[in-house]
């Protein structure tokens, strides 16, 4: 079946430092949202990416849609604390339905 | 606005015990889904509903679980009989609609089942 794979799983980084989580699909995929879980809480929306080669930001976070639309990445500069979380992508299936798969997350640890 | 309202929040329960869950969702989403998230995992979906209908129920373990949301609003998801390999968090989130740029999914608090 569809599968989203993300990597790393884990990654500590001293506060200041970048951070870059990345995701593939086995297939194509029609969207990709991402969404980030703090310690004990919920998945909560951060972005959505429709178009092949797609770029947005937010703030220090960068939002790549690969040419293929099978891979995505989110980049984080000059972390800090608050960044503490688990990222996870979420590939939108070309059915159409809705569906979203999501990768396994992307804990990150930020060191003060 | 309000949020996706869960209940309960934890639940204790043996093996082969019967536990069920409620949700509400954001108000005037018709698209709703229940997930099962295992610890160190992303959550998986075991069914999602259009209205009061089933759109995918593909990853639903339909023996022993079952979900129902028969006014198109609330929605219950069972577990009968549970398994020790059910303790997880059962996550229930809404979206407007399930259109590829309308299934931005809201998410509620979760319950955390453990099964002894």
């Known amino acids: 079946g569809q599968q989203v794979m993300q990597i790393p799983q884990y990654q500590h980084v001293q506060e200041g430092e970048d951070f870059t989580t990345y995701c593939n699909s086995s297939?194509?995929?029609?969207?990709i949202q991402w969404y980030k879980q703090r310690p004990g809480g919920h998945p909560v929306f951060l972005i959505q990416l429709v178009k092949s080669g797609e770029v947005k930001k937010q703030k220090r976070l960068t939002f790549q849609f690969g040419e293929a639309k099978k891979n995505s990445s989110l980049h984080i500069t000059a972390t800090q604390t608050t960044d503490v979380g688990t990222y996870f992508c979420?590939?939108?299936?070309?059915?159409?339905?809705?569906?979203?798969?999501f990768g396994q997350g992307t804990t990150l640890q930020v060191k003060p | 606005e309000a949020g996706v309202a869960q209940s309960p929040r934890y639940k204790i329960i043996e093996k082969r015990q019967s536990v069920a869950f409620w949700c509400n969702p954001i108000s005037g989403h018709a698209t709703l889904y229940w997930y099962q998230q295992i610890l160190g995992q992303g959550p998986k979906l075991l069914i999602q509903?259009?209205?009061?209908?089933?759109?995918?129920d593909s990853q639903l373990p339909k023996d022993r679980f079952s979900a129902e949301r028969l006014k198109g609003v609330d929605s219950t998801l069972k577990i009968q009989p549970a398994k020790l390999e059910d303790s997880a968090v059962y996550l229930c989130?809404?979206?407007?609609?399930?259109?590829?740029?309308?299934?931005?999914?809201?998410f509620g608090a979760g319950t955390r089942l453990s099964v002894l």
């Open positions: 989130a809404s979206s407007l609609d399930y259109g590829s740029n309308k299934n931005i999914q809201y």
């Open positions: 297939t194509t995929l029609s969207n």
């Open positions: 979420a590939g939108g299936l070309t059915s159409n339905t809705g569906k979203l798969i």
């Open positions: 509903f259009q209205n009061n209908g089933v759109v995918d």
